[in-house]
């Protein structure tokens, strides 16, 4: 079945406190979509309100068309994975799979099929008859997906569910993950707050603050046009420098260093933020006459981390900024040399000073 | 904007409802007995101006006083350092004192009273001894001292067992830690364990401070003319020259009053003083050496024998030949046979009631711990509130509530089983829900909310998923709630009548005849059946710890 979801002005508060004052989002069938933020910016909560383990103080929540706010937990049809994995402890792996199925009083053939299908799919099959204690950690989370798949869900919910997993294994699922989630063809929300999962798995990324949304987009889009600087630094590194827009000329200007910026849409002169990436800064030695096209300044720190090498350099006005070159054999640069720095242009983002807004539209 | 109710509304109102009946109007009908002047229908505080007029009556609440602190405090003062002793250091055959520690505690303390009596009585085996060998006369036994030796003796291992229990979340690495800094022996166990224990020995302390305010059945056998509070309540209320119901719930009235002022100062002091411990590091018993080693064995096993010389005692006399009244040589089951024929039914009355009232226990706290902790509310609050109130109810008072409220229309229970398994319901529920509690606690939440999303139903998620995850630990409380119940006497005395006697009130009935031999066979029978249930128990909880 396609399910896409549809939320319009969501409102969440615990008491006194709103913890989501107004949020809008479409979510599509079959897509992978990923809510991004920082600690209590209100993902769990936002998840919770679409599994009905939350209350819904306002707003509309659909899926497809259908009106869920009022509807049963138990009759949402819905997929949820855990961060902790909630595996019913007394339960052994099939018996925990199985439970879904059970509740839907589905024939006792049709219950064991589906169920092999999914321990299979989830390569669990072998310890079927385990308890769950004897587990290890991977091996309940694959439990958890099973169990959350072989219902059939229209939707997926996962909150964090790799945080529990040690580095390699988190890589391994979220493979695993990915995968699964293209062969069901399932909508999917998932919730984490390590950007670089949310890169990895999602079609579409929501970046959340305060229970305000700042960006939907693919990752491409938000790694690349981040809608303000709080999705800039939020995703990636980035430095923010101030500078000032010139409209007559088309130069944007900083530090003594100005250059051209065709594409801006704005007419009027106003101080801006742009946001460089580390990677998108050229760097070079000063030519001999000491004249040059750059940024100048000086180099404060170089730290060496194989694969890139990871410089920190002084802007004139005193600013440190921070650049990523990926590492030759021999560096030509060291901690005290004066270098000048080229930008690549076009990646460059400008925001408005305060950084509310991108002026640079995509 | 989501539906409000569900089937846990209909929970917590039938379970307000329950209380509102069973406990809030008896204790409104109390009030009003103690407050209205049965003649002409008027207010009155005649009765708490007679109870404070009358030094007679009034003494024997400062005697209740001198006895509950003096228990209290001594009863802190003997199990905290046992508990530190078995914690810290090897102690010879330590699991066999641990369960006779658990089982000496657990007898009915009257019982214990008879049994110092027949040992250090008047005609008492150790007196006549050591006067006619010789010529040495005991301390007496009776009054205010014996009721101390007896209740301390009975009550410690309820603060051995609290101290035990929190000395477990202490992480060893802050002893070491202290001692590295200087800080060891008998200063680390003031400056640095009696703090971190503090608000659990609290707890500990207003347990005992409760019991030993509540026990009825000691100061009634041992207490000759040193009377207590509630013997005074239990006297006013049964005297034979006609009971005055308006006097007996006067006093029950300032009886909570003062159980109030004290569990709420108990609360305020441990909750300024609590600390979150989670032990990593348990503290590991090491080898004591020298005079140490000498010393903390000869304190335990000392403590400990005198603790459960009064139940060894009885058990003996359960088999010596009785001739009538008087004790003949020799052994016999005579005295088990007379005790099954004569009054083979409170045997059956005290598998039937408590059981009854077990099974009810277990499904309301069950539930009663769910909706406080996973349905936090106004209501839910006021239901877990409600039902912590018997806790600071005396047994007496909760005996004679119940017998005003309901030996009138609308309902009328008294004299029938129900009434005293309503009784046994009251005065154990608020065990049950706090150990259920925390065990429930214990149970992410979202085990369950995986079933909800996997299509179950609320009720079908909290029998299939929560209940049996809370087994274990429900069943080890339903066990010690058992034992509690089978060995109570101060609210079964006065809801009794003769065909539900029950093994305690059958004790004390013998005793008071005289009929020491059935009397003792019946106790032998009471403690085979609580040492049955504590090795239940122990399989269960799979050496968890003992909590009441
Ligand atoms: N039951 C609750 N009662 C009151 N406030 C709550 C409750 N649950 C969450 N909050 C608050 O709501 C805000 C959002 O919490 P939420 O759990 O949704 O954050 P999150 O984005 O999932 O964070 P994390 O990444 O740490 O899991 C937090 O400020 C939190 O304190
Ligand atoms: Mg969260």
Redesign the interface.
């Known amino acids: 079945m396609s399910v896409g979801i549809s939320i319009k002005n969501a409102l969440k508060k615990y008491g006194e406190n709103t913890i989501i004052p107004d949020l809008s989002i479409e979510i599509r069938d079959k897509e992978f979509f990923t809510l991004l933020g920082p600690s209590g910016c209100g993902k769990t909560t936002l998840l919770r309100m679409i599994?009905?383990?939350n209350?819904?103080?306002?707003g509309e929540f659909r899926f497809n068309e259908k009106l869920i706010?009022?509807m049963e937990?138990?009759?949402?049809?819905?997929?949820?994975v855990?961060q902790?994995y909630?595996?019913?402890?007394?339960y052994t792996v099939r018996q925990n799979v199985e439970?879904?199925l059970k509740?839907?009083k589905l024939p006792k053939d049709e219950i064991r099929m589906a169920t092999d299908e999914f321990l299979e799919l989830m390569q669990i099959l072998e310890y079927k008859d385990r308890m769950p204690e004897r587990l290890s950690g991977g091996q309940q989370q694959r439990v958890a997906l099973a169990?959350?798949l072989v219902?059939k869900p229209d939707v997926l919910?996962m909150d964090e569910p790799l945080s529990n997993l040690d580095a390699k294994l988190r890589m391994e699922m979220r493979q695993v993950i990915r995968d699964l989630q293209k062969d069901v063809g399932i909508t999917t929300i998932y919730v984490t707050h390590d950007q670089e999962e949310a890169m990895a798995i999602s079609d579409r990324i929501a970046v959340m603050k305060d229970g305000v949304i700042q960006h939907v987009g693919t990752p491409r889009e938000i790694y690349h046009r981040p809608s303000n600087v709080f999705v800039a630094t939020f995703i990636g590194r980035t430095n923010l420098i101030e500078a000032d827009y010139s409209a007559a000329d088309k130069l944007v200007s900083m530090d003594r260093f100005t250059f051209p910026m065709e594409r801006l849409p704005v007419d009027s002169d106003m101080p801006v933020t742009l946001s460089i990436r580390p990677e998108d800064f050229q760097m070079s030695a000063m030519s001999a006459s000491g004249k040059s096209g750059g940024l100048i300044c000086r180099i404060t720190d170089v730290v060496f981390l194989g694969l890139n090498t990871h410089y920190q350099v002084e802007l004139s006005s005193g600013q440190l900024i921070e650049i990523i070159h990926e590492s030759v054999m021999d560096s030509p640069f060291k901690i005290g040399d004066e270098v000048q720095l080229t930008l690549k242009s076009e990646k460059i983002n400008i925001f408005t000073r305060d950084g509310s807004r991108n002026l640079i539209h995509a | 904007m989501r539906k409000k109710y569900d089937i846990w509304s209909l929970v917590t109102l039938s379970v307000l409802g329950l209380y509102a009946i069973f406990l809030i109007y008896p204790l409104f009908n109390l009030l009003s007995q103690a407050v209205v002047d049965k003649d002409t229908g008027t207010f009155t505080l005649a009765y708490f101006v007679k109870f404070f007029g009358k030094p007679y009556y009034f003494n024997t609440l400062l005697n209740s006083f001198k006895v509950t602190f003096g228990v209290t405090i001594l009863t802190i003062l003997l199990g905290m350092p046992l508990a530190y002793i078995f914690t810290r250091f090897e102690i010879f055959g330590k699991s066999f004192l641990r369960i006779l520690i658990i089982l000496s505690s657990m007898s009915a303390p009257f019982i214990g009273a008879y049994s110092w009596i027949l040992l250090l009585g008047r005609s008492g085996v150790i007196t006549t001894f050591f006067k006619n060998a010789f010529g040495i006369h005991f301390p007496s036994i009776y009054g205010f001292s014996g009721i101390l030796v007896v209740l301390t003796l009975q009550l410690y291992p309820l603060i051995f067992l609290y101290v035990s229990g929190a000395l477990k979340n202490v992480d060893n690495s802050l002893l070491e830690a202290s001692e590295n800094l200087g800080c060891s022996g008998m200063k680390r166990f003031f400056i640095i364990i009696v703090p971190l224990i503090g608000p659990t020995l609290f707890a500990g302390g207003l347990l005992v401070f409760m019991r030993s305010l509540a026990d009825f059945g000691t100061p009634m056998l041992i207490g000759e003319g040193f009377r207590t509070f509630p013997v005074t309540i239990f006297n006013e209320f049964i005297s034979e020259l006609g009971g005055d119901d308006g006097f007996a719930a006067a006093i029950s009235i300032i009886a909570i009053i003062i159980t109030t002022i004290i569990f709420l100062v108990q609360k305020y002091l441990s909750t300024r003083k609590t600390f979150s411990m989670n032990s990593m590091n348990k503290i590991r018993p090491v080898k004591a050496r020298g005079l140490t080693k000498v010393l903390i064995h000869v304190y335990s096993y000392a403590l400990i024998s005198l603790s459960i010389m009064p139940q060894v005692y009885i058990i003996y006399t359960a088999f010596r030949k009785v001739n009538g009244t008087v004790m003949v040589p020799g052994y016999s089951l005579g005295n088990f046979s007379d005790a099954f024929e004569k009054v083979g039914r409170s045997i059956s009355n005290t598998i039937i009631i408590p059981g009854i009232s077990l099974i009810i226990i277990v499904i309301l706290a069950a539930l009663i711990a769910y909706i406080t902790v996973r349905r936090r509310n106004i209501l839910t609050g006021i239901a877990d509130t409600v039902s912590m109130v018997p806790f600071i109810i005396p047994g007496s008072v909760v005996g004679i509530t119940l017998l005003i409220a309901f030996d009138k229309p609308p309902i009328l229970l008294s004299g029938t089983m129900t009434i005293m398994v309503i009784g046994l319901v009251l005065r154990r529920l608020p065990f049950t829900i706090r150990s259920s509690v925390a065990v429930l606690q214990q149970i992410p939440m979202n085990v369950e909310e995986a079933a909800l999303s996997l299509g179950s139903s609320k009720l079908n998620a909290f029998y299939k998923i929560t209940m049996p995850m809370m087994a274990a630990g429900l069943i080890s409380g339903a066990i010690l709630s058992w034992v509690t119940m089978i060995s109570e006497l101060s609210t079964a005395i006065l809801l009794y009548v003769g065909r539900t006697k029950t093994l305690t009130v059958e004790i004390y009935t013998q005793i008071i005849r005289g009929n020491y031999g059935i009397a003792a066979a019946l106790s032998t029978i009471l403690a085979v059946l609580t040492l049955i249930s504590l090795l239940i128990f122990n399989k269960v909880s799979k050496g968890d710890d003992l909590s009441m």
């Open positions: 599994a009905g383990f209350t819904i103080e306002g706010n009022e937990v138990s009759k949402r049809n819905i997929g949820m855990f902790n909630a595996i019913f402890p007394h439970f879904g509740n839907r169990r959350a219902i919910l």
